[in-house]
């Protein structure tokens, strides 16, 4: 009867010990898997980034050109091994004060501003606000992301793809939310998914 009394609580208590261990086991480290650079060649070079926005953009968002590469270049720098900016406040004003740096080619632009790489970034989409219901807030920035070398100055992009962003990804933002909380949490989010392009990463698996 003593042997009774005294294994039927251990048990109980070990019954207890498992249960308080499951949240740990459940809710442990999320399973992830590598994914490579598609594009690892930004590595040790010299950089500049050009935003391209079309006229109607830039009247709504005087300073998205600056905005933008000031974000992509601050992840790209966290994430890509001995890479180099050109300054984007040093490309953003040679953009204002040559009207027709984007009917020339790219590559002879990067070497102007003294870059190895020019990280082209045309801008096909950016708006703060659901297209069918312009009271609810929902950020978009899709874009054309290309690379050129500046020694190749008439060629081809050495890279091309797209990136396509939407903050928040499930509905529109929550009540109370600003036009500029909203548009700074998406260009948070599209220099992430621009600069996944150019290192490697780990991501979950599903």
Known sequence: MIAAAVVAPLLAACVGCQALAMPFIMFGEEPTKPVAAEYP????????????ADNDTLFEFRNVQLELSEYVGSVLKANVKRISLVPSRTVVDYQRSDADWD???????????????????????????????????RGRISANVKVYDTALADSAPTF?????????PGAAAEWGSSDTSVRDAAMRTFAADVSNKF???RVKVK
């Open 41 to 52: 060649h930004l590595e040790g070079r010299k950089v500049a980034i050009l935003v391209w």
């Open 103 to 137: 009917r020339r080619p790219p590559a002879e632009v990067g070497k102007q501003l003294d870059a190895e790489r020019v990280l082209l970034i045309e801008l096909t989409q950016y708006t703060t606000r659901e297209p069918t219901s312009p009271h609810l807030y």
């Open 160 to 168: 091309r793809t797209t990136v396509e962003t939407v903050y928040p």
């Open 199 to 201: 290192h490697d990463r």
